[in-house]
Structures are given as C-alpha cells and as structure tokens.
C-alpha cells in the first residue's frame, strides 16, 4: 500500500472534491425531482455508484422536464 | 434589444434550473484535470495496473507542459464535444414538445430574437465552462511539468472556442428541424465527425475545415506562432456558424406550426 502514500493528496483533493460537487448536487436535484424518467431508486444508485457517468446521464436524460 | 435581453434572461434562469450550470463546468473541469494527473501518475498507474513481469522496465519520457495541454485539448475534442451536443441538444426540442415556444412566440418575437438568445445563453454556459477547466489544467501542468506560457495557453483557447461555436451552431441548427432531442445529438455529432473525417481523409481541400482548429490550437501550443492556416480557419469557422445560424432562423420562419 505504499503506493497510496506516494501519492501526493494535496493534488489530487480538488478532483476527488469536484466529483464530491457533482454527485451531491445530482443527489440533491434528483431526491427534489417528483418524477424522474425511470424508476428514482435506479438514478439515487447510478448516481453514488457510477463514477461520474451517473451524474452526467442522470441530468441528460434522467430529468423529467415539466 | 430589450426583448432579446427579456428572452436571455429566461434562458439563464432555465440553464440553473436544470442543473447545467453545475453539472457542465464541474465535469469539464474534471476532464481537464485528469489529463495533467493521469500523465504525472502514469508510472505508478501502470505499477498497481499492469502485470508486468518481474525486472521489465518501462521509461516513459516525461511529458512537456504543451504536450499535456494538447492532451487537454483532445479530450475536449472526444468527451467534451460529446457533452457540448448533449448538453445543448434540448434548448428547442423540449420547448417544442412542451408547447411552451408557441406561448413564446404568439409574444412580439421574433425568431432572431428567440434562436439568437438561445444560442447565446447556451454558448456563454459552454465557454464560461472551458475556460474554467482549460485554466485549471494549465495551472495544474505548470505545476507539475514545464511551465507554459501563458500567452501560449490563452491564444490556443481562444482558438478551441471557435470549436465549441461551431459545435453549439450546428446542434441549434439541426435543433430547428428536428423535433427529437437524441436524434438531434446524433445527427449533430454525426456531422462533426464527419467533418473530421473529411479533414484528415482529403487534407489539401479542407484546410479552411472547422475539423481542423484542435490541430491549429495544437500547432500554437508547440510552435508558438500564429500562422496564415490559422486565420483561414479561424475565419471559414466563425463564417460557417453564423451561416448555420441564418439557416436556422430562416427555418424558423417557415414553421407552420411549431
């Protein structure tokens, strides 16, 4: 595990935060959308579990635009 | 004037509501900077990923800060067209399915006004958002390889934004005759590749082809000149879109129904 301690955080934080922003704030419009284009159990998991993609489709095609 | 203010107002207000003021920036940052990083990390990524055997040695030459940048700049050029379609794929087609451009344009409107705000609010959104990211590489590439001029650097952006304005002119254009949102993302991507296909196929008769600025901001980040080649296409690139953008105003005015 040595690699990971090689790694110097300090340049890698604003990534991990800049995917934190992403993921939080597609949480968020997806938990205050009514309804969302398929089932909002199936956005809540690609969101927090695929990485960075999830996000992406979800405010591409995952919104419901009213 | 001040209708056209009224139209760009509203089209900001939708762009927050939809979450594309974050979403965008925030994923073309990440974009951006993973190419510095990848690049900076690339031995020890290669240490935890490959099976190497036992002793072999790979020496891999460290980059120089342009080099990075052009990397930047061909990943904007794959996933950052990508997304600039996507993301600008609905601004009609939904106000088509939803009825609400008919409320807009029984209002004195007209379609100058309505496609001209459109394309501006979406082409402010898409610039703000690669400037951001292209920004952050290149502090991230002076951090960790050579420095790079800043001149360099900014003139090599201002050439990728005609890109995204190409980009942005062809997917409202497309957007105006189709009424489908994936259908007008495909169709639009399917002409830029086209384009790019055509410009590395036939060379001699598409030097002034938009499909040719990456490699123009490329040849400005390692030669650092400008050059005639780069006026041509910087000049036939911002002709074409507003071209696209006539075209699609004059498309507008044909809708019997919208």
Same mark, same amino acid.
């Given at each position: 595990?040595?690699?990971?301690?090689?790694?110097?955080?300090?340049?890698?934080?604003?990534?991990?935060?800049?995917?934190?922003?992403?993921?939080?704030?597609?949480?968020?419009?997806?938990?205050?959308?009514?309804?969302?284009?398929?089932?909002?159990?199936?956005?809540?998991?690609?969101?927090?579990?695929?990485?960075?993609?999830?996000?992406?489709?979800?405010?591409?095609?995952?919104?419901?635009?009213? | 004037?001040?209708?056209?203010?009224?139209?760009?107002?509203?089209? !900001?207000?939708?762009?927050?509501?939809?979450?594309?003021?974050?979403?965008?920036?925030?994923?073309?940052? /990440?974009?951006? /900077?993973?190419?510095?990083?990848?690049?900076?990390?690339?031995?020890?990524?290669?240490?935890?990923?490959?099976?190497?055997?036992?002793?072999?040695? !790979?020496?891999?030459?460290?980059?120089?800060?342009?080099?990075?940048?052009?990397?930047? +700049?061909?990943?904007?050029?794959?996933?950052?067209?990508?997304?600039?379609?996507?993301?600008?794929?609905?601004?009609?087609?939904?106000?088509?399915?939803?009825?609400? !451009?008919?409320?807009?344009?029984?209002?004195?409107?007209?379609?100058?006004?309505?496609?001209?705000?459109?394309?501006?609010?979406?082409?402010?959104?898409?610039? +703000?958002?690669?400037?951001?990211?292209?920004?952050?590489?290149?502090?991230?590439?002076?951090?960790?390889?050579?420095?790079?001029?800043?001149?360099?650097?900014?003139?090599?952006?201002?050439?990728?934004?005609?890109?995204?304005?190409?980009?942005?002119?062809?997917?409202?254009?497309?957007?105006? /005759?189709?009424?489908?949102?994936?259908?007008?993302?495909?169709?639009?991507? +399917?002409?830029?590749?086209?384009?790019?296909?055509?410009?590395?196929?036939?060379?001699?008769?598409?030097?002034?082809?938009?499909?040719?600025?990456?490699?123009?901001?490329?040849?400005?980040?390692?030669?650092?000149?400008?050059?005639?080649?780069?006026?041509?296409?910087?000049?036939?690139?911002?002709?074409?879109?507003?071209?696209?953008? +006539?075209?699609?105003?004059?498309?507008?005015?044909?809708?019997?129904?919208?």
């Amino acid at each position: 595990m040595d690699v990971l301690n090689d790694i110097n955080w300090a340049l890698v934080a604003p990534l991990l935060i800049l995917q934190a922003i992403l993921a939080i704030s597609a949480l968020v419009s997806c938990i205050k959308q009514k309804e969302t284009n398929g089932p909002k159990w199936m956005w809540i998991l690609l969101i927090l579990f695929v990485n960075l993609f999830g996000a992406i489709l979800y405010f591409v095609i995952g919104r419901k635009n009213s | 004037m001040t209708r056209f203010l009224t139209l760009l107002n509203k089209e !900001i207000t939708e762009l927050m509501r939809n979450g594309k003021l974050i979403w965008l920036p925030v994923v073309l940052m /990440i974009i951006g /900077i993973s190419q510095p990083l990848t690049s900076y990390y690339m031995p020890q990524i290669l240490d935890m990923a490959g099976n190497l055997p036992e002793g072999a040695s !790979i020496t891999i030459p460290t980059p120089t800060g342009e080099e990075v940048l052009s990397g930047a +700049l061909s990943q904007y050029g794959t996933i950052g067209t990508l997304l600039f379609a996507l993301a600008t794929m609905n601004v009609i087609a939904q106000e088509r399915q939803n009825g609400s !451009i008919t409320l807009v344009m029984v209002r004195p409107v007209n379609e100058w006004q309505y496609l001209g705000s459109k394309t501006v609010a979406q082409l402010a959104l898409l610039l +703000l958002s690669l400037i951001l990211s292209y920004c952050l590489t290149w502090y991230y590439t002076n951090l960790l390889f050579t420095p790079v001029d800043w001149k360099v650097m900014l003139s090599s952006l201002v050439m990728y934004c005609f890109w995204v304005l190409f980009v942005v002119c062809v997917t409202i254009f497309v957007g105006t /005759i189709i009424r489908q949102s994936s259908a007008i993302a495909g169709v639009s991507l +399917l002409f830029l590749a086209l384009i790019s296909l055509l410009t590395t196929l036939l060379p001699k008769f598409m030097e002034w082809s938009p499909g040719n600025i990456r490699g123009e901001a490329t040849k400005l980040l390692v030669e650092q000149q400008w050059t005639e080649s780069a006026w041509t296409v910087i000049g036939s690139t911002a002709t074409l879109s507003l071209l696209l953008f +006539l075209a699609g105003v004059m498309v507008m005015k044909r809708y019997r129904r919208y």
